[in-house]
């Protein structure tokens, strides 16, 4: 099965399933398919592969937002704004972690290399 036939699959597994798109893939995914980048559903990985590419695009936005919206207003320390987006990072990283394996768990997904679509029963 190829990347495309397989998010075919898993668009209409979900629906059975009652998973909302929007839930079940995050906009940043939906955005590195329209590019071609053919990356697995954040509930088809791994819990550190999400939590880490989900906290650092995380922490790198909340920078580059903490730099343009207060740069230019107050005298912010660097450590202080690498602080915060890291530990936003981590924060934010950790809990979508949690909450895209906590879906795998309750729906019995597997890792996207071993996903074939829905079982029938």
């Not at 668009?11 to 590195?32: C, D, E, Q, Y």
């Not at 922490?59 to 690498?82: E, G, K, N």
Request: charged share 10%; proline share 6%.
């Amino acid at each position: 099965m190829t990347h495309s036939e397989k998010l075919v699959a898993m668009r209409k597994h979900f629906a059975t399933l009652g998973i909302s798109p929007i839930a079940g893939v995050p906009p940043i995914w939906r955005f590195l398919w329209a590019l071609g980048v053919a990356v697995p559903p954040p509930v088809f990985m791994r819990f550190s592969s999400v939590a880490w590419i989900l906290g650092s695009v995380f922490a790198i936005t909340w920078a580059m937002y903490i730099c343009l919206r207060f740069s230019l207003h107050q005298d912010l320390f660097a450590w202080l704004v690498i602080g915060l987006a890291i530990s936003a990072g981590v924060l934010f990283g950790l809990g979508m972690a949690w909450r895209c394996r906590a879906i795998a768990r309750k729906y019995n997904l597997p890792l996207w290399a071993d996903y074939k679509g829905q079982q029938q029963s």
